[in-house]
């Protein structure tokens, strides 16, 4: 079984300032791992994933995540937000060993302020 | 056009009420799936269908029910609606490789 832990419910942040959210997992298999953001009024949206290879992946629009499995990690990075970007993230993983379940976090809402 | 789509996108009802929502898919994915999102809960998921023949519970499947109806078509009903089901619903779909869900608009649904 999987499960994921977003650490801050909520990020606030200034526009052109970078950002950290934070998240871990545990699983007793390998996996895959998403981030997915909802902008408001909206259902989830992909914005990056790993599967496999390189364990640094990134977006169209300027966020980047890391795979890190020692400390089982996946923390989204963005070195300068923009308001636009305010929206919910939710970190997700799934094992890569068959099945299917793909297990969501809690989210974490950011807000750029002006 | 929307891949996914969901009816109604908002819906108020009472408790005791029977209510389905419906969830269309353009995608031609095999999998269909039902989530409800609560605050500060993510989503959980409720039911989910790997094809027509093959339903199955997720998570919190209690108070719900499922039809498969086509291959582009998954509903979901509350039988007897209660206020604890207050709560925005999603449905989504995949391939069978499952690494990306493709999600509706969400459906706000409020039990008084």
């Known amino acids: 079984a999987q499960s994921v832990t977003q650490l801050d419910s909520q990020v606030p942040v200034f526009e052109e300032a970078p950002v950290e959210l934070r998240c871990n997992y545990s699983?007793?298999?390998?996996?895959?791992l998403f981030w997915y953001v909802q902008y408001p009024n909206q259902g989830l949206q992909l914005l990056l994933k790993?599967?496999?290879?390189?364990?640094l992946v990134k977006s169209i629009n300027g966020f980047e995540a890391e795979f890190n499995k020692s400390q089982t990690s996946f923390h989204l990075r963005k070195p300068s937000v923009h308001i636009s970007d305010t929206a919910e993230y939710f970190c997700?993983?799934?094992?890569?060993?068959?099945?299917?379940?793909?297990?969501f976090g809690a989210g974490t809402r950011l807000f750029v302020k002006a | 056009d929307a891949d996914v789509t969901q009816t109604p996108r908002n819906r108020i009802t009472k408790t005791g009420k029977r209510i389905m929502l419906e969830c269309s898919q353009t995608?031609?994915?095999?999998?269909m799936y039902w989530y409800r999102q609560d605050p500060g809960l993510g989503l959980q998921l409720i039911y989910y269908s790997f094809d027509v023949k093959d339903i199955n519970k997720g998570e919190i499947s209690d108070g719900y029910s499922v039809s498969r109806q086509a291959q582009a078509k998954f509903s979901l009903s509350l039988e007897s609606a209660i206020p604890n089901q207050t709560a925005l619903y999603f449905c989504?779909?995949?391939?069978?490789?499952?690494?990306?869900?493709?999600f509706g608009p969400g459906t706000r649904l409020t039990v008084l």
């Open positions: 699983s007793s298999v390998s996996v895959y």
């Open positions: 997700a993983v799934r094992g890569n060993t068959g099945g299917f379940k793909t297990i």
């Open positions: 790993y599967l496999s290879g390189s364990t």
């Open positions: 995608k031609g994915h095999d999998r």
């Open positions: 989504a779909t995949s391939t069978r490789a499952a690494d990306t869900q493709y």
